[in-house]
Structures are given as C-alpha cells and as structure tokens.
C-alpha cells in the first residue's frame, strides 16, 4: 500500500508540473530530466551510467541503468558493475566486458528518494517561473494592464494578473485621490521590473506620462494607427496635464481628433486620471509659437527668447498674467516642463506707466532678494505692478505672510508718497 501511495505521490507531482503556464514542453522536460538525475547523483555519487527519460504527456517516466558485467570476485560498485552470474540470468548470452542495461523502479529507492526529488522539483520549478515572470514583464513594460486589487496597504497595493502574479503599485505611483478595495480592479502601465537575487518584483504606476499617452493610444484610433504622433507630455498627476500632439496628415486636425466630438474621447481619459484636467495642443519647431501655445489660456503680448540658457521671457497684458500662472502655479509649471524652457512672466505696462514705475530690484536694501524674487515670479517686477495687484493675491499666489506683503507694500507706497 505504501509504495502504491508513493507512486500516486509521484503522478500527481507530474500532473501538477505538467499544468503550469509559461514553460515550453522542452524545458519542462528537461527540468524533469535533471530533477531525477540530481537525486540519482545523491544517491550513487554520479548518474553517468543512467539513462532517464521522461514523458511529461502521460504523467510518467522510465530509468534505465548501465552496468559493465565482470568476474563475478571482481565486482567493487554494485552500481556500476554486474556479476557475470546475475547478468546470465537476464540474459545467457552475456559475456564479461559487455553493458547490462536494466530498467530501474524508482520507488525501490525508498521514500527520501521521493521526497528529494519533490523538493527538487519545486525548487526548479519556482526558479523556472520567476525567470518567466521576469521575461514576460519586462517585454511588458510601458504596456497597460488591468489587475484585481488582492491587499491594500499603506504605502502600496498588491494586484493579481489573469494568471494570479503579484504586482505592486506603490503610493508614489498612484494618484492622490486614487482609492480602491480589495477585489476591485485597477488599471496602471508597468513602469519597471526589479529582479534582486532572482526574485522578480513589477511595478505599476498610474502618474507616469507613459500611462496618459497609452490612455491616448486607447482611445484615439488616429493615434494608434500613427497618422498623430504625441510629442511631448507634461503631468501633475490628478491636477492637470498638458500634451502636445502633431498630424502627418493635414486633412486631420490632432487637437480635434484627441479630444473627439463634445469631448467624447477625451472624457474617458479624464474620468481614469480622476479628473485630471488635460490640455491638448498644436506641437511645433518653432519655439516661440510652442511656448505661447503650452501657456493657453493666457494670450500673451511679446516673448524674448534666451535659447542657449533655455530661458524665455513673457509678457502679458495684467488681466492675463494670473491666467498664465494658473491655480497654485501649475499652469506656468507645466508649460516650462512641457516645453523644456524656463519660463518668466512679466506683466506688459503702458510707456506712461512704466517712466514712472520702479523695478523692484531698486528695493533690494530695503525687501528681502527671496521677497523680491517670490512676487516676480507672478509676473509682477515693479512697484507699481505690485501696489496695484490684489493683495490677496501677492499672499497666496507668492505664497508669503500676510505681514511680509504689508511691510513691502508699505516700503513701496512710502517711495511714491516722497516724491
């Protein structure tokens, strides 16, 4: 009974290698093959003189062991050696000097053979899937996948593929106001594959740029089939996002198509990214047209271009200055990301205004360079820029205490109050 259960033991470690995904019938095979070899070796030193073969279709295998016949006195290895008398009683007609070859019941090599070569098994087999799952991700990357929430916790969740692989989306990859639970589903780009000391980790992201361009991929046709090309991106994941997109055909307009008809292909995208705002525009080479298009919605007046130090200065009209900088900084901020170029923005003032303004750089001795620099970064680099901006504004856009801005506007007041 004993050794039945142990053949059973050995039939179902068969049935249960035979069905796993992602290894090619040779490998397996092979793995197999050298699984019973390496417990032969255990046993005997060496498996040079046994045959194995294997077949994985029917769940079964046969061993077959070479041994040289000599004198019958002369046998010092039973297990490379015969005695002449016991090859003769397989066959008569054995002489010294030639190969017995004999067919080998694994299970008389007794239960720690067996459970040695379970071991084995295992332990080759789980190597096998994680160079699988290793190489099966990293052609992967750069390519969305949707996955089932199995475990959320504090700094990253844990998802499973169709064919139940962990994969990880950290909190740094997530959206601010992402929030799933536990059997859910997700949909994230792998970002990358880690592979410390063999063990294959997939990272998943929902903030890359890459995840908003294959988004793009999905739901513009135009953008799939290569006639629209995204050129550059620009994202505060879960804020706003700026994509720039150009046509190699000019029947088709790339903004009109990305955004689809009453927004219709766009609002998918948005929904995904949590209402991220998403501003489609026209790419160019020239980059004074590019800038002026990634700082939309503000209209800007003149720009002066500093190409070797990638810096431009832009002037607006005031009532478009605030527009420029968007809510909290953002719009400016992913204009320069998208463009590649520093971008400053100065408010435009008529010539009667400006011969009797002052730079705010005059007042150095008086306001702090840090103060001085936090205001022009709104646009505003006069005193009077500053006297006529709301004072609201200059706490909250420049991010300064509220009696930071009252001494300034004091200081500046008090120099047109002399004259």
Same mark, same amino acid.
């Given at each position: ?132 799952? *290793?190489? $099966? ?63 294959? $980790? +997939? ?44 046509? *190699? ?109 002052? *730079? ?6 008086? +306001? ?52």
């Amino acid at each position: 009974m004993a050794k039945k259960a142990e053949a059973v033991n050995l039939v179902e470690t068969f049935s249960e290698f035979k069905d796993l995904k992602n290894i090619d019938r040779t490998t397996m095979v092979s793995v197999l093959e050298e699984s019973f070899r390496s417990v032969i070796a255990k046993m005997f030193g060496t498996d040079d003189n046994y045959d194995v073969i294997v077949n994985p279709d029917k769940g079964d295998f046969e061993i077959y062991r070479n041994r040289e016949v000599v004198a019958d006195d002369e046998v010092t290895n039973p297990n490379s050696q015969i005695a002449l008398s016991e090859a003769q009683k397989i066959d008569e007609s054995y002489e010294i000097g030639e190969d017995v070859t004999d067919k080998v019941d694994f299970l008389q090599f007794g239960r720690r053979a067996i459970l040695n070569l379970r071991q084995t098994l295992a332990s080759k087999i789980l190597e096998l899937q994680k160079d699988s799952l *290793y190489a $099966k991700y990293s052609e992967m990357v750069g390519t969305i996948i949707t996955a089932e929430v199995y475990q959320v916790w504090k700094k990253e969740i844990l998802l499973l593929d169709e064919e139940g692989n962990e994969l990880l989306l950290p909190k740094t990859e997530q959206i601010p106001s992402d929030f799933y639970r536990k059997g859910e589903t997700a949909k994230a780009v792998v970002a990358r594959v880690e592979n410390k000391n063999n063990n294959p $980790k +997939i990272i998943l992201s929902r903030t890359s740029p890459l995840f908003l361009q294959r988004l793009f991929e999905l739901e513009v046709p135009e953008i799939a089939d290569g006639l629209i090309t995204i050129k550059k991106i620009a994202r505060i994941p879960g804020e706003r996002a700026k994509i720039a997109v150009e046509s *190699y055909d000019d029947r088709i307009d790339p903004v009109g198509a990305c955004v689809g008809v009453k927004g219709s292909r766009i609002h998918g995208i948005v929904r995904e990214l949590r209402n991220e705002n998403i501003d489609v525009i026209n790419y160019t080479t020239n980059t004074s047209l590019f800038i002026q298009r990634a700082i939309s919605p503000a209209k800007i007046s003149s720009i002066r271009l500093d190409e070797e130090k990638r810096k431009a200065e832009v002037y607006l009209k005031p009532e478009e200055v605030s527009l420029a900088i968007g809510k909290n900084g953002m719009n400016i901020k992913l204009a320069s990301m998208l463009t590649e170029y520093t971008i400053d923005v100065f408010r435009e003032l008529d010539q009667a205004y400006e011969e009797d303004d002052i *730079y705010l750089d005059e007042f150095k001795d008086e +306001i702090d360079e840090w103060v001085i620099d936090a205001i022009k970064k709104l646009g505003i680099d006069t005193a009077k820029g500053v006297l006529n901006a709301p004072r609201e504004m200059l706490i909250e856009k420049a991010d300064l205490e509220e009696n930071t801005v009252d001494d300034v506007i004091r200081i500046l007041k008090a120099e047109f109050e002399d004259d």
